[in-house]
C-alpha cells in the first residue's frame, strides 16, 4: 500500500492529490491536440476534462496491484497546476509498476517534467517497494523518449506496429529501470 504524505515539495513544484479546482487548469492542456496526439484519449472537451478529473481525485493512493496513483504538478512560486502525474501498480507479486506523465507545453523544456517524474519514481521503489518501473511511448513521441531516458531508465524495446493507434498501426518504445538502477538525487532542494 501506498498513501503519500502530501504534499510532496521539490525545488520548484508541489505534487499533491488532484480536486475539482483543478478543472479549468487540467482542461487547458488537456484540451489541446498537440497534447493529446500520442496519448490514447483524444483532445477532451470540458465535460471530458472533469470526468476524467473525478477519477483522478479518487486515485491519490494505492491499495492494491492494478490500482492507479495520479498526482497533480503545480508550481511552488505560483500554484498553478502544469502536469499530471501517474504512477500505475501493474503487478503486486512481481512488483511491477508504470509511470505516465503529461504536462502543459507552456511549461516544457524547463526539466520540470523531470524533476516531478523522479519523485514517482522514488514513490514506486522507495515507498512502494516496486522491483521494476517501466514506461511507454508511442515512438514518435521524442519529447516522452527522451524524458525517460533522462530520468536513467534504458530501453528496453522497440515494438513495430504492435498496435493500431487512432487509426494507424503505431510503433511504441519501452523504457524501464530496476530498483537496483535507481540513483535519486543525493538531496531533494526543497524537501519532500
Not at 493529446?36 to 484519449?41: G, H, P, T
Not at 514506461?135 to 527522451?146: D, L, Q, Y
Not at 538525487?185 to 524537501?191: A, Q
Given at each position: 500500500m501506498l498513501k503519500p504524505s502530501y504534499p510532496i515539495e521539490t525545488a520548484r513544484l508541489s505534487l499533491r492529490p488532484f480536486t475539482m479546482d483543478d478543472l479549468e487548469a487540467l482542461y487547458a492542456f488537456h484540451s489541446r491536440p498537440d497534447v493529446?496526439?500520442?496519448?490514447?484519449?483524444d483532445a477532451r472537451t470540458r465535460d471530458e476534462t472533469r470526468a476524467?478529473?473525478?477519477?483522478?481525485?479518487?486515485?491519490?493512493?494505492?491499495?492494491?496491484?492494478?490500482?492507479?496513483?495520479?498526482?497533480?504538478?503545480?508550481?511552488?512560486?505560483?500554484?498553478?497546476?502544469?502536469?499530471?502525474?501517474?504512477?500505475?501498480w501493474r503487478s503486486a507479486e512481481h512488483r511491477q509498476g508504470e509511470i505516465g506523465?503529461?504536462?502543459h507545453p507552456d511549461h516544457h523544456?524547463?526539466?520540470?517534467?523531470?524533476e516531478a517524474s523522479r519523485e514517482i519514481l522514488r514513490l514506486g521503489f522507495e515507498d512502494l517497494g516496486l522491483h521494476r518501473i517501466y514506461?511507454?511511448?508511442?515512438?514518435?513521441?521524442?519529447?516522452?523518449?527522451?524524458l525517460l531516458e533522462r530520468l536513467g531508465m534504458r530501453r528496453e524495446a522497440h515494438l513495430v506496429e504492435n498496435e493500431l493507434f487512432k487509426g494507424e498501426w503505431s510503433d511504441e518504445l519501452v523504457y524501464a529501470m530496476l530498483r537496483r538502477e535507481w540513483n535519486p538525487?543525493?538531496?531533494?532542494?526543497?524537501?519532500r
Open positions: 493529446a496526439r500520442f496519448l490514447y484519449w476524467a478529473l473525478e477519477n483522478k481525485i479518487g486515485w491519490a493512493q494505492l491499495r492494491e496491484g492494478g490500482d492507479t496513483l495520479n498526482i497533480a504538478a503545480e508550481l511552488r512560486e505560483t500554484g498553478v497546476l502544469i502536469g499530471d502525474l501517474t504512477l500505475f506523465f503529461v504536462f523544456g524547463r526539466g520540470l517534467a523531470t514506461g511507454r511511448c508511442e515512438a514518435r513521441n521524442t519529447p516522452s523518449a527522451r538525487p543525493e538531496e531533494s532542494p526543497g524537501g
